[in-house]
């Protein structure tokens, strides 16, 4: 049995907004065999449904890739729906056959197809103002409707309606870009929506990114503009073959609504008694509503989505409501996240609704809110006072687990509110379990850290008023979150935006999209403008752990300007080009070795910014290897080679000692290959030191926590390793969950043992740059790897290396190519170690303190390495059992 499954266009099932010339399919092949190899490909694509008219047919292609195959075919029109199917030849020279049909479809693929123009309800006076604006039309429609499609996108945040319901599930749309320079539309199939006679179609309008309140602490707004604005064009074919398009003109009406108030860090306010009931259906008298009006945008900047859209994800019950010693009235929803409460409610017209949001309650068992600064995280709602009504907010998120109830009509009912949980629409791709529940609850909190933090852009934290996407923080957690969940187009995104916000000289913001540079005058901390060592590597660092994940080069393609334009950056900044010593750096951002009062830790800047300059020169060297710049790749190689040579020369002492005795520096040394080979010893011996000088803790920050268990495993020192994981007491990862953390937090002390609060000025509760741990428990306890050189997971490396007294592991990996498994147990002196390694990829296996004898009859070339024995195996499912001392 030979079976071609889940086929996917740019990794989306059935996508309807291709904007690219040359899309890219992918397919999962299925067999009852082991060691399966595609040994060829035949693609079909097709305008109509059965294949007789065919568009491109790709012949019998000789090859074994089933991810990222082009299109190759004629050029592709706009507004067309491509149906395809795929078929493929096997190493047992079986034929599989056809797949199930699949399709993709093109959205508006040029700025020229754009007839609408921007619209807008709000008036020159409204640029301060966060209200909720409506715009509508209606149409008629005397033919049969064979499809319609709507392109859709706006300045501000939209909420697209047609006759009465709405359409699509997006939420946030049209996302956050680098809105001066990058717009996104989106394109909703709304078939279904229109029917012959009258319509109405109509919008309501929210400040969001692009003119509301940014970067409270230094009170940034109107960042884009100061009017929100709708572009439209809806495209409705009929049977008849003729077309008609509506589109956003001056035609529309507008008028307020009754969302009063909506600011994503201050929540919103609504009066259901403002609700025009019917607004957007048809026959709804709009007479007295104005006329809207144009507002100029280059059209050149609008993009078909290239992200993932935020989705509602999961609904919470509340696990329970109580009055806190204050007499607050509290619902705590039992997990830290990202959303909105959804509640019913019924009374007078008139009666209000208040809540706001807390990640936490204080030592005394209170509300705690100072830790969200400027943010006011408040919702209120106004009834209107009709039967059982219904309230989500539209424009806004909060970052919480409690609510406190501030006003309600009557006794709040409990199970009248649920927490909803919004995130980008990511396929949930990685799992991990094991005996430790504590290491499981550290897991829990890693994920939910990503949740809380994937809404459309990777945020610090969702909560205070900063929800802005640092670099630092994602280059530091990407790998960990390509392993939890499929990030591809999330980060291609975001990457894009980072991309076309570089400046002229290479420099990198601190915030992508940014609303930082130029705009920092009175801040406390940060001198200057951009580009901080660790930070600005995320240029470089985030596009090739996509690749390595993804195995997608053309994320390297997009990128590779970007990335020798950071390296370029530095090289202008450092002494002599290779020692980083000018400008502002994080640092080893929040480490505990950092003096009081300051948030940077005590390793010394240069230091780190010249290891990381290192980091990310090797990385553009493999890009440019990969892209078949040889010339280029050897270039960086030799600045390599000697960045390394200056690191050496300035920060290690002829006898091997280390300038800066901090955990930092010498972890960063050996992550990046930097120590000299006669004195890594020393370095890891003095890392090991001062590990025991603090009794077994950490003292690193963002910088240095991550790689911390990576550098003790792989320098021989796997049990330092465990026991720094799993250490229970402050500071370590595990204190956070015996103080009953769901999520992972700023501080590793964000609450104190004696349960008093870390400085609420920067305290955030969900902040997943320590979770950048699980990176480590996925490579290391389960042992799923990624061979560079395929990467992918076109051959992945299991090294499962138990320790920590963990008896067990199950983990589990979705890659490009299918699922991906290690479990491990220990039971009586014998170890079980199960892998399934997907169809048409290979595995290179390691398992731990096993002899070649022990396995040898599975039928895999073992050979004794690394303490265990290894061997290279193709797909399907392996067992060994053996005795395990
Ligand atoms: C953010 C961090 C960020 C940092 C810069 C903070 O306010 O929350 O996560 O990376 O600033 O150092």
Redesign the pocket.
Known sequence: MLKVVQLKCEYLKNPIDIGVTKPRFSWIIESDKRNVVQTSYEVHVSENGDFRNMLWNSGLVESDESAHVYYEGPALKSKTKYNFRVRISDNYGETSDWSETAFFATTLCSPNEWVARFITAEGKDDGKSSKGTLLRKEFGISEEIESARVYVTSLGMYELHINGKKVGDALFTPGWTAYNKRLQFQTYDVTEMLKQGSNAIGAVLGAGWYKGDLAGWIGRRNVYGDKTALLLQMNVLFKDGSESVIVSDDEWKSSDGPILYSELYHGETYDARLEKEGWDKPDYGDSAWEKAQYVDFDLKKVVPQDGLYVKRQETLKPKAMFVTPKGEQVIDFGQNLAGWVKFKVSGNPGDRVILKHAEVLDKDGNFYIENMRAAKVRIEYILKGQGEETFEPHFTFQGFRYIMIEEFPGNPPLEKFEAIVLHSDMEKNGTFSCSNELLNQLNHNILWGLKGNFIDIPT??PQRD?R?G?T??AQIFISTACFLMDTALFFRKWLRDLKAEQLENGGVP?VIPDVLTNNLQSDR??REQHS?TG?GDAAVICPWTAYQYYGDVEILKEQYETMKKWVGYIREHAAEGLIWDTGFH?GD?VALDAKEGS?IGATPTDLIATAYYAYSTKLTAQTARVLGNINEAEEYDSLYDKIIQAFRNEFYTSRGRLAARTQTAHILALMFDLAPIEHKDRTIKTLLKLLEENKGHLTTG?LGTPYFCHVLSENGHLDAAYDLLLKEDFPSWLYQVKMGATTIW?HLDGIKPDGTMWSAN?N?FN?Y?YGAIGDWIYKVTAGINIDPSFPGFKRAIIKPRPGGGITYVIAKQKTIYGDLSVEWSLIDGYIMVSVIVPHNTQAFITLPKASPEQVQDKGIDFVTCDGGCAGMVGSGRYEFKYVYA
């Open positions: 610090d934290c900063e802005l640092w630092g923080d601190f901390i940060i901080s930070w994080f951002w948030y963002f700023e920067m955030s902040h740059a």
